[in-house]
C-alpha cells in the first residue's frame, strides 16, 4: 500500500511461483473482494489478456491500481 500511495497512477503486477499459487491468490482475493475493490481496480490476466477481477477464472497473473 505504501507503494501505491507513492505512486499512485501504477499498476502492480504479481503471479504466484507455481499454478496453484496463483490460484491461492485469486481465491484470496475473490474472498474479499468486496473490500479489495473500495481501494483497488484490480485485473486477471488469462491466456486472452487482461480482463476485470471476476472469481473462478484460470489466470496466469494479477494486477492492482489504487483506487484515486
Known sequence: ????????ER????TGSTNGRTRLYR???GLNLEELSSKFEIYCQTD???IPFRKNISITGLLIKRKL
Open 48 to 50: 486472452n489478456g487482461i
Open 1 to 8: 500500500m505504501s507503494y501505491l500511495n507513492r505512486h499512485p
Open 11 to 14: 499498476y502492480i503486477f504479481f
Open 27 to 29: 481465491m484470496a482475493i
